[in-house]
């Protein structure tokens, strides 16, 4: 479907997941999160920015009163590879001694952002700190690290749109696709 952001679907060079298999996928982790949080105190904390279109389609899928926290790191700048160096930018404020912490974010990749994000909050007293990331790349993996829940597995390339970006564009697609190469050829 090329509806309204038909200008940038032109730089994919496929579409890998599409929005209808996304919502399916989204409404499936949302209902196994509400069997498996019942009678405890979620709180949901979104990853700046990659995560949030993931994070405001899953909260409304989770039938359970939820806390709704952020933070912001920076590993990438404008480039598809990761610098390896993990900046937190924004950090939450809020006390989460025992609650059930769910770290949702959009993709594992070398796995440094949410090792180092679940290092980081487990010195905090959280009853519990679990992953829900949208996409695994198992293929790039640089630490060892599982995400507690996952909808989708990919291959190794680089994909843009639903809350992902190339240098700040496409979050907006409503679809997953892989970057045409041609797009970031000069990096
Ligand atoms: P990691 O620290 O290498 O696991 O990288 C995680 C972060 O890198 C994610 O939060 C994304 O922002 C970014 N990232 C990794 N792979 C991709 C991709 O294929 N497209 C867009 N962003 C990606
Ligand atoms: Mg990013």
């Not at 298999?21 to 700046?48: H, P």
């Not at 700190?129 to 790039?140: G, M, S, V, Y």
């Not at 997953?176 to 041609?182: A, K, Y």
């Amino acid at each position: 479907m090329m509806d309204t952001n038909a200008k940038l679907y032109g730089d994919l060079s496929r579409i890998l997941v599409k929005r209808e298999d996304i919502a399916q996928a989204v409404k499936k982790l949302g209902q196994e999160i509400s069997r498996d949080y019942e009678g405890k105190e979620l709180m949901l904390v979104g990853i700046l920015k990659g995560a949030v279109v993931f994070f405001s389609d899953l909260v409304r899928e989770i039938d359970l009163p939820v806390k709704m926290e952020f933070m912001a790191v920076s590993s990438y700048g404008a480039s598809t590879k990761t610098t390896g160096v993990v900046n937190l930018v924004k950090d939450i404020t809020v006390d989460i001694t025992g609650m059930h912490v769910l770290i949702v974010e959009d993709i594992v990749d070398s796995g440094m952002t949410l090792s180092y994000l679940k290092k980081y909050l487990s010195t905090r007293g959280a009853a519990s700190i679990k992953i829900a990331t949208l996409l695994d790349k198992p293929e790039r993996r640089r630490v060892d690290l599982k995400a507690d829940y996952f909808c989708f597995t990919i291959p190794d390339e680089f994909v843009v749109g639903y809350g992902l970006d190339y240098a700040e564009k496409y979050r907006n697609l409503p679809d997953i696709g892989v970057l045409d190469p041609r797009i970031y050829a000069q990096e």
